[in-house]
Structures are given as C-alpha cells and as structure tokens.
C-alpha cells in the first residue's frame, strides 16, 4: 500500500499525539488573518467518494497560493505531515484518522484561461469543469475525461487517462510548489515522467499548482456528443449507484484486473460493508456503512487470491493513507 505523503521526511510523525502536541500552535498562527480555512477533526468520509475513513488532524482549504506557501511554512516549522487532496476520488483515509494537515485543493484554488490553443488551470479545477470548458470553446484533446470525478492536480498526480487517452498526451507544462524551499518550479512535458498511471508527483513532495495544455481545434458538437456517448457507456458499466474510488487495482501487464477478479468468482464478495461491485470486479463499493478497514482488508483478500491463483500481483491504484487505528 502507498503511505507516502508529499512530505516524507517526517511519515514517523504521523501519530496522533505528535499531532496533538502541535495542533495549538497550528490553531494560533492560521489565525493571524491567513487566506485559510480549517476543519479540525474533520471525517473524512465526508471528502473521499468512497464515504469511509478516520478523522482528519486538520483539514485546510488556502485560497491563494501565497496563503498556501505560508501554510506549508507553518507545516514545515511544526514537523506535521501533510497530504494534498482533490476530490478524494482515488484516496483512502484508514479509520485511525490522519493525524497531521491535509490541504485540500477544489474550488478553493480552481480556474482556467483560455488563449487560442492554450489552456492554463489551476491546480483545484474539477476534471469536469475543463472538459466542458474546452469542449465547448472548440478545443480537442480532453473530452474523455469529463466523467472522471477528480481535480486536475490529482489527475496530473496520477496521469490520469481512459483507454488510449491520459491527461499527459496533452500537457504542455505542469507548474508546482516544492514545499521544502517554497519556490515554485515549471516543468514541461517531458521532464514529469508521465507513465500508465506514473508521474513525477508520486516520488516527490511537490504540490502541483497548474498546468498548461495545448489542445486542437474541433468542432464543439462533435466533442459535446463524445462526452454524453462516454458518460452513457461509464453510466452502463459502472457501479456508480454505490460510493466508490474508481479502479481499484492498476492493469496488471499482460491482464485486465477485473477479468482476474471476475474469474476468481469474486464479483460480490463481502468484508463487511464492502463489496466486490458485482457490476464491474475491478470496482470495490461501499454498500452502506463500510470502513476503511473493511475496504482495506477486502483489497488485501483479492491480491492474496489473484497471486496464488495467477501468480499475478495486483498493485493498487487508489492511494491510502493514515493509521489503522488510534494510537
Ligand atoms: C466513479 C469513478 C470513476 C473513475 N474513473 C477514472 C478513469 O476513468 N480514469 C482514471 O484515471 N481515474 C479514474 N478514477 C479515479 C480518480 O477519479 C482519478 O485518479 C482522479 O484524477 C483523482 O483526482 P482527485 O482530485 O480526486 O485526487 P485525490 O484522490 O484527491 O488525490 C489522488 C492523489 O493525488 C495527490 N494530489 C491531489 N492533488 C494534488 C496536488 N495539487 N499536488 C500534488 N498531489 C496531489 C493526493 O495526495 C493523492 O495521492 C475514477 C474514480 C471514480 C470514483
């Protein structure tokens, strides 16, 4: 499982009395007029899609950037650990919580330009939002991911893509925010190591703050049609009557993780509340009140499964993070 945080160096801090012995100075600087709002204690089943999970040290939503390098200062001065999130729709909090800040980017941080070709989006802007947004002023290039529930900071985080298509096809440049010096840093295309599912992002402590994309004309019908056929197809195939997190698992080379899984007969297998979606086997849906745990725990059954049975080890692709229970 992934536990790596943008700010490594200090993942042995992530304890909730090592929080705890912070947290008041945290509370007494984020009150001297910082562009930032804070959720203490915050569930964060209530920012995750898949409706699970443990409390939240501090949940902070900066509305501007320098807001946002003050605020990775304040993180940096106190040795807290830290975590970026979008819409939480790759992203587990295990029940024990997080005991440290997590920096939220949507609305918050959203926005995009448009100069002929050229889009530039802030990091917090909904996947949606761009994809109608260009679709409609007649740019092609990112119409498939209008149905993909995240940000554009976790999309570039993760490359995200559907089938053929990923965010990094398109990318020009990706601007970020190295926390440990407080400069920001551009990088184009070629230097953020975009891969299936692989970017730079994964194995640094950067905060990604923009992009810029360079996209062809097209006519905006024709696009408005490919997003509705894509949503109808997602609509059909998905189980997305139920909290979910998307893929649970990466392609394995040489497979598809929902045909193992299917023919393991482990379509509606059950930890609890979770569920293997009898819909689609690479999907895990929370049927009412599941926990981390039980979404963990049922992950970890499927991946012991598939390698004795396939010798095929499933890496996940949802990110989990967190304590499994108080300490
Ligand atoms: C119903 C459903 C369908 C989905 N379909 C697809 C699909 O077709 N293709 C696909 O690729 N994915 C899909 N997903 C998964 C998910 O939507 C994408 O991975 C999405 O890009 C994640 O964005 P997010 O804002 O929710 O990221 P989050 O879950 O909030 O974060 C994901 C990771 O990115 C990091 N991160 C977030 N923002 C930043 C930032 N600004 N700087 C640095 N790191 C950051 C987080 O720390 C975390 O590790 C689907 C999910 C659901 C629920």
Redesign the pocket.
């Known amino acids: 499982m ?1 536990t ?3 700010l490594r160096t200090n993942d042995q801090h992530l304890s909730w009395d090592w929080f705890d012995q912070r947290g008041p100075t945290l509370k007494k600087w984020l009150s001297t007029g910082l562009d930032c709002t804070v959720r203490w204690h915050e569930p964060s089943a209530e ?4 409706r699970a999970g443990g409390p939240i040290g501090a949940l902070c939503f900066p509305t501007n950037e320098s807001a946002l390098v003050r605020l990775v200062q304040m993180v940096v001065e106190l040795d807290l650990v830290v ?9 587990l909090i295990r029940d024990g919580g997080f005991p440290g800040v997590i ?4 609305e918050n941080m959203a926005g995009l330009t448009i100069r002929q070709n050229e889009v530039s989006v802030l ?2 802007t ?2 949606h939002a761009l994809a109608h947004a260009t679709a409609s002023a007649g740019l092609e290039g990112l119409e498939w ?1 209008s ?16 089938n053929e298509c ?2 990094s096809h398109a990318i020009l440049q990706v601007t ?1 925010l190295d926390p440990r010096t407080g400069s920001s840093l551009t990088y184009e295309r070629a230097q953020c190591d975009f891969g299936y ?1 692989h970017s730079r ?2 194995a640094s402590p ?4 923009s992009a810029v994309f360079m996209l062809r004309e097209a006519g905006p019908a024709g696009l408005i049609e490919r997003m509705n056929e894509i949503a109808r197809t ?1 609509q059909a195939k ?1 189980p ?1 009557e139920f ?5 649970i698992f990466k392609r394995p080379p040489g497979h598809y993780a929902g045909a193992l899984i299917e023919q393991a007969g482990l379509k509606g297998k059950c930890r609890g509340q979770a569920m293997v979606s009898p819909k689609h086997a690479n ?1 895990i849906v929370n049927t009412g009140q599941a926990t981390a745990t039980d979404i963990e725990d049922l992950i970890e059954e499927i991946q012991a499964i598939i390698w004795k049975r396939n010798a095929v080890r499933l890496q996940p ?3 989990i ?1 967190g304590i499994r229970a108080r300490n």
Do not use: C, W
Request: proline fraction near 6%; aromatic fraction near 10%.
């Open positions: 992934p790596d945080n943008p920012h995750v899609t898949f975590l970026m999130l979008g819409r939480g729709s790759n992203t920096i939220k980017m949507t990091a917090g909904s996947l991911s149905d993909i529930p995240g940000t554009l900071g976790g999309g570039l985080f993760m490359n995200a893509g559907l990923s965010l970020s599912r992002f994964q950067e905060i990604i703050l997602r998905y997305l909290p979910n997190a998307g893929s999907f692709e949802i990110r993070f």
